[in-house]
Antibody, heavy 121, light 110 residues
Framework: QVQLVESGGGLVKPGGSLRLSCAAS????????MSWVRQAPGRGLEWVSY????????NYVDSVKGRFTISRDNAKNSLYLQMNSLRVDDTAVYYC??????????????WGQGVLVTVSS | QTVVTQEPSVSVSPGGTITLTCGLR?????????PSWYQQTPGQTPRTLIS???VRFSGVPDRFSGSVVGNKAALTITGAQADDECDYYC??????????FGGGTKLTVL
């Protein structure tokens, strides 16, 4: 079964850290770029970060640059998001997304069920 | 900062046709930005509808269609049904590994 399953969410205090994981199955993980997308409560979707197949290329939305780090382990079919210096406005459901982006047309074709991150004192 | 614009809300009668648009606050949307569209029922995971401006994703009914009209990307729903009532998001690929979501459009079918 082709699927993405996120884990690692929870409640953390401002300034704290959290590491999200996304386990992929049912497809050749190493063939795909991967991404994190988040959705704050009552708000729209926001692209957070992406990583290329070999981890050579990464990028981030400006609001998380220097605080979040995306990584992957192709041997474990897993994607990660290390989140440091968390702020209240990082509170969101974080979705793992598979990208069709090695070449055009650069879109998301598979989504995880999401994991909730709450940053609050 | 790139801002992708969408109508906050639109409504359509059952069986009617509605077009949602996706623009740029500064600039024009063209196929070179590879617009894609996603559907989301509140509390649920997003569902991919359209990629590369007008390519329907697997399993998406043909009453959903994408295009570029003028300087905006567009998602047209023909023969709207009650279960089309949800949120719709467009995404533009800005290059250099940067994707930008629009703010979303809440579609009401009434």
């Amino acid at each position: 079964q082709v699927q993405l399953v996120e884990s690692g969410g929870g409640l953390v205090k401002p300034g704290g850290s959290l590491r999200l994981s996304c386990a992929a199955s049912g497809f050749t993980f190493s063939d795909y770029y991967m991404s994190w997308v988040r959705q704050a409560p009552g708000r729209g979707l926001e692209w957070v970060s992406y990583i290329s197949t070999s981890s050579y290329y990464t990028n981030y939305v400006d609001s998380v640059k220097g605080r979040f780090t995306i990584s992957r382990d192709n041997a474990k079919n897993s994607l990660y998001l290390q989140m440091n210096s968390l702020r209240v406005d990082d509170t969101a459901v974080y979705y793992c997304g598979r990208l069709v982006a090695v070449t055009a047309p650069y879109y998301f074709d598979l989504w995880g069920q999401g994991v909730l991150v709450t940053v609050s004192s | 900062q790139t801002v992708v614009t969408q109508e906050p809300s639109v409504s359509v009668s059952p069986g009617g046709t509605i077009t949602l648009t996706c623009g740029l606050r500064s600039g024009s949307v063209s196929a070179r930005l590879y617009p894609s569209w996603y559907q989301q029922t509140p509390g649920q995971t997003p569902r991919t509808l359209i990629s590369n401006t007008n390519v329907r994703f697997s399993g998406v009914p043909d009453r959903f269609s994408g295009s570029v009209v003028g300087n905006k990307a567009a998602l047209t729903i023909t023969g709207a049904q009650a279960d089309d009532e949800c949120d719709y998001y467009c995404v533009l690929y800005m290059g250099s590994g940067i994707w930008v979501f629009g703010g979303g459009t809440k579609l009401t079918v009434l």
